[in-house]
């Protein structure tokens, strides 16, 4: 889903369970890019894990695509050199554009437009509809399988009417051998949910009502819906804008750029907005001595990053859903007019789809990132021979991710969710680096080069959040202060909030040594503390 995290595996994987993303290195600042996914607001990341959790995007999704220059990849005994155990996976690395010199101011603006539809599913048949597998070996007369009411005619199986439940979740499951009971699942799940039931022929079926009564329920009509996967999502939208200025002579060279994103995702409820200012600049001082300056502010707004996750997609139940399933009827009845969720009624499917639109629309979370990316580099030229840089770097992230869940009752009390995390990352890194090299050192063809350099490199982060779970004293005010304890509410599990906190610093030395003959045959030494 567009605004979710970047995988980026370079040459294969290195660990099976471990993290295989390269490192990013931005203008030679290296940018914390890890996956940052979580199960639940507040209560850390997971960098490897595969499912389960909300995607809250990585920094290196921050940079905008029109500010880069140039892309390099580095792995092996290259990117172990220049960053030890964080390039293990490789390095991407990423120069932005600086402007070029030119007589006047030039003015650069650029507008795309990104149109996605889901276009690949699975393939099913149309034909059959809800009903499990053993109601299909049991008789031959399809219509036996669902209740005829004088009043209402034709019903959907239910699990309490008249205490008899008209699926084969209760019914013997016959195989070679005898029966299966339902304890068994030996033919996996063969709930109503599933389509082993009659042929859909437009039978006028009954569906209970939001009050769960038959009285106020409606007629459905059991017919294919050969597009309800199709029909879960929507045409997606991204514009994006840039507008740049840059100049340049024989002082050097600067750019300015403005970029904007807007997203709409495919799944209904969800998106992104993303806005960048950068600042590039090479200047030269002296004849020996210049300086590179960069730096690139992003502000990031992204709605119900969750919308994936275990406990908020609609994947863990959608896919399940028998081919009569008509995913607009149940969009438009989730929820009651006074705006609490709707009763289940009678869903002739065993997942709830009440419970997964309400989830889609009323369970919303919300993500604002503050990210600032810089680095200032100045360079020694003495000699054609000698180059040494000195670079400071900066990589700071101000997190915020809110939670609110609309409470499910009319009182609007009871129900509700609200969680607040707040998040400051934080990275600094002083670089040193002398590099020698000769090209025809001794001999024509023979080339040789020498980098020695020092990093010091630190990482510090807070995390503080809170949640209120608990029964509200005041309707719609989401708010750690709107609980309330009485009766069984009487403790104050789920109220606490809690910090985290972490540091890690890394001092390094390293030496690589490169000669190579006619630029064909190399040897390469390298070496870091």
Partial sequence: ??????????????????????????DGMPVESTANIDGTAGQGTGENMTSGGSDYSTGINMINQSDIESIDILKGPAAAALYGARGANGVVMITTKKGSKKEGVGIEFSYGLKISDPNRFQEQQNKYGTGGFGMAQRTANWDNMYRTDSKYG??????????????ACYDALPYTGGLWDYAEKAFSWHGYSTSWGPPMT??????????GTWENGDDYINNPNPNNQKDI???????????????GGDWGSFRVALGNINNEAIIPNSGYKQSNVSIGGNINLSRVLKTSVSATYTDFDRHNPNVTSDNASYTKWFYNYPRGFN?????NRYKLADGSKAGNGDQHISA????????????????YNNKLIGSVALTYTPTNFLDVTGRIGLDLDMMELEAKNNPTSTSGIDGGYYSHRLGKEKVRDYQFLATLHKDGLFLQKFNASFALGAESWKRKDYDLWAQNSRKWSNPYIWSFSNYNLEGNNANMSGLLPGEDRYEKQINSVYGNLELNWDNYLYLQITGRN
Wanted: charged share 15%; no cysteine.
């Fill in 1 to 26: 889903l567009e605004g979710g995290s970047t995988r980026i595996v370079i040459r294969g994987n290195n660990s099976i369970t471990g993290n295989n993303q390269p490192l990013f290195v931005v």
């Fill in 154 to 167: 034709m019903l959907m199986p239910t699990n309490d009417w008249d205490g008899k439940f008209y699926s």
């Fill in 202 to 211: 437009g039978q006028k079926l009954r569906v209970r009502g939001t009050d």
């Fill in 233 to 247: 999502y929507r045409t997606g939208y991204t514009n994006t804008y840039n507008v740049a200025f840059s100049n």
């Fill in 327 to 331: 995913t607009n009827y149940w969009r």
């Fill in 352 to 367: 709830n789809p009440v419970e997964m639109f309400w989830r889609m629309y009323e369970q919303n979370q919300h993500q």
